[in-house]
């Protein structure tokens, strides 16, 4: 394992950290942009934190010691994650602690601390919450674990830094499988981080909430790791969307620091590309009522299915 | 000298495994004889004779797990006992040896807890719980040895017979003796189909030795009704969908810590059984077969997930979760059957090592689970989830140690349910490469009702304890709910210690169950060389490091903490929670058990059979009332008890009441002899 | 020879396009999506045969793409847009079964079609017979979306979308019909689709709605 290896692990995660809230910031400028508005400055997610950290934390009377720990053990998944996931470099010490699936059952990690501390204080506002999330959650799964059997299919590897080195060196350029994955893992990401059309994070109706009325007991610091950690979240799915579907400038494994300087503006470059999609697909749909949303994951599983037997069907037979 | 002296024994211990293991089974009969001296003392029976059992329990866990790292050849021995030309043979191998560290590691935990939990008063005396309880824990012991038919039916049946009387030890209250009928019927019915099972098994022999069942060639069709039979029967000891009815009904009905043996030690005995026939006796020979076992499986899970969603009673939603955790364990079985009789060994291995792993982190969290509700059972005297709440300040051990168990349970990194799942669902990855035609297409959708079932459990479990331990008090007396004794939370403890180091250190797991993997479809899993992570295909295919997962959390947990407090500050305010303008908030307005599961009950409607009572808009009384039945009760059970009712009572013509009657049948039947022998 | 993969892998991503088209038809709940969709399902249909027009240079291929063009693209789904508007039903399309067990059936059946044309493709001598189980798996799932709904009009464009699937099997097995059956079968989808117009009209007449069940109660008693 090379030295320097490390420098890249750490780096990775320091950028992560302090890129998400410029990324949410971006997302939010886009939108603001194609609805005709003008969006706060792009650094006032920054901002935000700040105010935050320096408040006083009001807790509810009931809580208890779990409520006080959960935005710790949350912003905790959430490095760990940015730490597998290779955005900038494969050359990851600590990639090789998980592959996708366990990248899974992460994400699961944070969502069950998040809605069990909801449930702590006991209110019906939070319990609704975690009730609601953890129902997007289970219909999130099956999608997202079919999305990552088509690249297993693919490129013979569920492990990250494997996926993006055999990508990255033998592009198929069109491979229907590909596009089925990558439309059902937008639709996950919509999902998972709580964006139009499954939960809108703008609201401040109660009863439309998923995301918000899990939070809404939490204020200064405790808010301020748990906005974060959600900024940290939308960051990691972006990167894992970016290693599977667009990897092309990802330092592969081995390269000099050249490399890493390209794929450190490629990965910015990307990312503004992807923010932007994104509000643009927030911008253009209406939030789904929430019976509907399994709908929704039953399309995007169907969807991830249909690329799996599309592969079997065409790809095993012409061998391309 | 000492250390000479145990060093000696230890040496001998250890170079005659299966002389050893027999003395240290013999020990829990001997301890069941003891509890029969002073029967009702609490004092002789709960906190003296059960701590020993306790230790007895440990010794067979470091002798199974000593004999299964140290790869010793499969030991038989001959016992001088049974019938004149029956003898009992037993044998020790590397399944049984896996099957048994389960038993020793998980009935250690149970016993210590056993020993604080039990109290006078409650039904039976306590010597005759303490009886029951080791008889049974011996028997269990006595099935994994089994070497021959006969001796495994003895073994089984005594089984039985000693849980029955363990759920039924309330057994003034007539729902538990309910209960405990069904339990005792479905038992015997499944012990009927593994005796037909074995009695095709013989193959015309006539000798009911495992050997002689190996060595045996049977035509495809008696090996597939033999292992069809050999399905139903330890199915439905398992508690495998659609022979599942007696698992809801049994485990609520008993104490807390018999509860705890069932779900996890006595439905892996119908595993150890369903494994030794379908892979040791019967050789896996049709591929037929695994896809049986995976759809069962398959449907198991899901079901008992979807039902755990909509309970309102702590411990029947825990028995349903074990039905989901047995379909779990057989989609892995199902797994290695068909990857086995398509010859793709190294994937058998891996299903069914991802099999057995969770067979073991079953035991360890399902128990731990159980006896957490014993604990707030003793606690609060209530079993509804509408009448808890909020015990996390009242109980702070229990609720620390039931955060580790439903973690656990959920499947979370970097605990040991996740370990299991893990291999399962990579398992799963590698199906594409079956050669037969459809099949190959649709087992990959079996993965994502994996992946559903998984994120089920983890939304259960999150009702599970979220409505017991989190949130406001339901009824004001649960404030004087007192926290657990200290033998109860070391149980808890050891418990959790096991979770917790599988989960951080699967490769010894691993190893353990490649041993067994690699008697049964001749495969071992590879150790990987490095003792940090595990990677049973290749490293650049699949990786999982549990040490990583814990040690990066904890350290960024710690980092951020300094931080905040250095950078920011660590100021709390105590204010009222957040009430959107409506000041008068009770505890009854936060999510019952019935709310939380209304997506569930929504969305899997048709799973279940429901009676709603909904309130009219002009009712002045408002109801609302929901009763949800098993499906499977009105369509199968209740017609086939229906039945066997008509069916006997056609025949109840014979008894007529009359003496004259009963002697012309006793003469009809000599006329009869008389002819078919002269 | 880098071409020739390209194209090969552009008829991939087509054929998978009309798959997805297909379960959107199945899922879509408004009248009037459906009818784009239908449109959109020409569209891919015209750009494949086009491109093994192109491939296998053959140029009566062309003339079918382009009769697919203006049939099935714009003339076509002109008269059923009219013909909703007038008939008052664009937007709610009741199903029988709700959406997620559809779902379920048409994978199955798609799998089912998967499996059934492994054996085909090997018998086959186009380069685009791997796409012969999509085509398959595209008609079984117009005829599940006539099954699985209640309003005529749903109907009719699966029984149009099946015609698609149809010709897309024939493009990519036998590089195209004779041009004659191709024009016979072009005139005969015109006129059904009139007729069926007038019927719908009957219908709505008769019983106030095109609602089908209505159509139980004609049976004698």
Redesign the interface.
């Known amino acids: 394992m090379r030295g320097i290896a490390f420098v890249w692990q750490f780096g990775e995660v320091i950028l992560a950290i302090a890129l998400a809230p410029l990324f949410s910031g971006w997302i939010a400028q886009c939108r603001a942009w194609m609805q005709n508005r003008t969006a706060p400055p792009l650094t006032q997610q920054y901002r935000m934190l700040r105010k935050l950290?320096?408040k006083?934390?009001?807790?509810?009377?009931?809580a208890?010691r779990?409520f006080r720990?959960a935005p710790?053990?949350l912003?905790?998944?959430m490095?760990?994650a940015a730490?597998i996931i290779p955005s900038v470099v494969t050359d990851l010490p600590?990639a090789?602690?998980?592959?996708a699936?366990?990248l899974i059952?992460?994400f699961?990690?944070a969502?069950?601390f998040q809605?069990?501390a909801a449930?702590?204080?006991?209110?019906?506002?939070?319990?609704?919450g975690?009730?609601?999330e953890?129902?997007v959650?289970?219909?999130a799964?099956?999608a997202i674990?079919?999305v990552f059997?088509n690249a297993?299919?693919l490129f013979?590897?569920?492990?990250l830094t494997?996926l993006v080195d055999n990508y990255a060196t033998h592009p198929?350029?069109?491979?229907?499988?590909v596009?089925?994955a990558a439309i059902a893992f937008v639709m996950v990401l919509l999902a998972e981080n709580a964006r139009i059309p499954i939960d809108n994070p703008a609201t401040h109706l109660?009863l439309t909430m998923i995301h918000e009325a899990m939070v809404?007991?939490y204020s200064a610091?405790h808010l301020a790791?748990i906005e974060w950690a959600s900024n940290l979240k939308l960051f990691n799915y972006a990167c894992i969307g970016i290693a599977l579907f667009i990897p092309w400038g990802i330092a592969i494994h081995g390269a000099a620091v050249g490399a890493v300087l390209i794929a450190l503006v490629t990965l910015i470059l990307k990312l503004a590309l992807c923010g932007a999609a994104l509000a643009l697909i927030e911008s253009v749909s209406a939030k789904l009522r929430i019976?509907r949303a399994?709908?929704f994951m039953?399309?995007a599983?169907?969807?991830a299915?249909?690329?799996?037997?599309?592969h079997?069907?065409?790809g095993a037979?012409?061998g391309? | 000298m000492i250390a000479q002296f145990w060093g000696n024994f230890l040496s001998t211990v250890f170079s005659h495994p299966l002389d050893s293991t027999l003395l240290v089974v013999a020990c829990w009969p001997l301890i069941a004889l003891a509890c029969l001296l002073r029967p009702h003392s609490i004092r002789y029976v709960a906190r003296f004779l059960f701590p020993v059992g306790a230790l007895v329990c440990v010794a067979m866990f470091l002798l199974a797990g000593t004999f299964l790292i140290s790869g010793h050849a499969p030991q038989v021995m001959t016992l001088p006992l049974g019938l004149p030309d029956l003898p009992f043979h037993v044998r020790l191998d590397a399944l049984s040896a896996f099957f048994l560290l389960i038993l020793g590691l998980a009935g250690a935990g149970i016993s210590t807890f056993a020993a604080g939990y039990f109290r006078s008063g409650e039904g039976t005396a306590p010597g005759l719980l303490g009886l029951h309880y080791h008889v049974f824990l011996a028997s269990m012991a006595v099935v994994m040895l089994a070497d021959d038919a006969y001796l495994f039916m003895v073994a089984w049946e005594t089984m039985a017979l000693a849980s029955y009387f363990l759920v039924t030890s309330q057994h003034r209250i007539p729902e538990i003796r309910r209960a405990g009928f069904l339990y005792l019927l479905m038992a015997h019915i499944g012990a009927v189909c593994i005796l037909l099972s074995f009695g095709v098994m013989q193959g015309g022999s006539w000798q009911f030795t495992f050997d002689a069942m190996r060595s045996a060639s049977l035509a495809p069709f008696w090996a597939s009704v033999a292992f069809t039979l050999a399905l139903l029967g330890f199915g439905a000891k398992a508690g495998l969908v659609p022979m599942h009815v007696w698992l809801p009904e049994a485990h609520p009905a008993a104490p807390s810590p018999v509860s705890a043996m069932m779900s996890g030690l006595m439905l892996k005995t119908a595993i150890y059984g369903m494994l030794r026939i379908t892979f040791d006796l019967l050789h896996v020979q049709f591929w037929q077969w695994g896809v049986a076992v995976l759809a069962l499986g398959l449907f198991s899970a899901l079901f008992g997930a979807i039902f755990a969603g909509v309970q309102t009673d702590m411990k029947r939603l825990l028995a349903y979760s074990s039905i989901e955790n047995v379909g779990l364990i057989f989609t892995g079985i199902g797994l290695s059957i068909l990857f086995a009789a398509s010859d793709l060994r190294l994937f058998a291995a891996l299903a069914l090592a991802a099999a057995l792993i969770h067979a073991l982190n079953h035991s360890l969290f399902k128990s731990m689970l159980f006896l957490a509700t014993g604990s707030v059972l003793h606690a609060t005297r209530q079993r509804s989830l509408g009448k808890l709440g909020g015990l996390i300040r009242f109980m702070p051990w229990v609720a620390a140690l039931a955060l580790i168990g439903t973690l656990a349970i959920a499947g979370l990194p970097p605990l040991n349910g996740f370990v299991s799942e893990w291999l399962l669902l990579q398992s799963f990855l590698y199906t594409p490469r079956l050669p037969h035609a459809f099949i190959n297409m649709l087992i990959p959708l079996g993965a994502a009702s994996l992946a559903l079932t998984v994120a089920l459990a983890a939304y259960v479990m999150v009702k599970f304890y979220g409505v017991i331990f989190l949130g406001q008090p339901r009824e004001t007396s649960l404030a004087q709910a007192h926290d657990a004794n200290w033998l109860e939370r070391l149980g808890l403890g050891w418990l959790a210690a096991g979770c917790i180091a599988i989960g951080v250190q699967p490769q010894l797991a691993l190893h353990a169950a490649g041993k067994s993997t690699g008697m049964l479809v001749g495969q071992t899993i590879a150790p990987d060389p490095s003792v940090w992570r595990i990677a049973p295909i290749a490293p650049e295919q699949a990786s999982y490091s549990g040490w990583i997962f814990l040690a990066v959390i904890l350290c960024t947990v710690a980092v951020t903490f300094l931080a905040v407090r250095l950078l920011a500050h660590g100021r709390i305010r105590r204010t009222a929670p957040w009430d959107c303008g409506y000041p008068w908030q009770t505890s009854r307005m936060q999510d019952t058990a019935e709310g939380f599961g209304q997506p569930i009950r929504h969305m899997f409607g048709t799973f279940f059979r429901m009676e709603r009572e909904l309130p009219a808009p002009t009712d002045l009384a408002p109801r609302y009332r929901v009763h949800i039945e098993d499906r499977f009760w009105r369509t199968l059970y209740q017609p086939i008890a229906a039945a066997v009712q008509r069916l006997a009572d056609a025949v109840s013509f014979l008894q007529g009441g009359r003496l004259a009657i009963y002697l012309l049948f006793s003469f009809l039947t000599l006329l009869g002899l008389l002819v078919f022998v002269l | 020879m880098l071409r020739s993969h390209l194209d090969v892998e552009l008829l991939k991503l087509l054929a998978a396009g009309m798959l997805l088209i297909s379960f959107a038809m199945l899922s879509t709940r408004r009248t009037q999506q459906l009818i784009t969709l239908f449109a959109w399902q020409g569209v891919v249909l015209f750009l494949s045969t086009s491109l093994v027009a192109h491939e296998a240079r053959l140029t009566e291929l062309y003339f079918s793409a382009g009769l697919t063009l203006i049939l099935k693209v714009i003339t076509l789904p002109l008269i059923l847009h009219t013909l909703i508007k007038r008939l008052g039903a664009q937007w709610d399309n009741e199903r029988l079964v709700n959406i997620p067990i559809t779902m379920l059936v048409g994978l199955v059946l798609v799998i089912f079609a998967f499996g059934l044309a492994q054996p085909i493709s090997q018998l086959a001598t186009t380069i685009t017979r791997h796409t012969i189980g999509i085509a398959l798996a595209v008609i079984l799932l117009s005829f599940l979306m006539m099954i699985t709904r209640r309003k005529a009009v749903t109907q009719v464009i699966g029984f149009l979308a099946m015609e698609n699937g149809l010709f897309f099997a024939a493009t990519s097995a036998t590089y195209g019909m004779p041009m004659v059956i191709e024009l016979g079968i072009a005139l005969d989808l015109l006129v059904a689709v009139f007729i069926l117009g007038i019927f719908f009209f009957q219908i709505r007449e008769q019983f106030d709605s095109l609602d089908l069940h209505h159509l139980e109660s004609l049976r004698e008693e």
């Open positions: 950290f320096n006083d934390a009001a807790l509810a009377e009931d208890s779990l720990t710790y053990v912003f905790g998944t490095v760990l730490a600590f090789r602690a998980a592959d699936i366990a059952g992460l699961a990690t969502r069950v809605a069990l449930m702590d204080i006991g209110t019906a506002f939070g319990t609704l975690a009730r609601r953890m129902m959650g289970f219909l799964e099956p674990l079919m059997f297993f299919l013979g590897s569920t492990a494997s198929s350029l069109i491979d229907p499988s596009v089925f109660e809404l007991e610091r790791l019976f399994p709908e039953a399309m599983f169907l969807i299915v249909l690329g799996l037997l599309v079997l069907l065409l037979n012409t391309a």
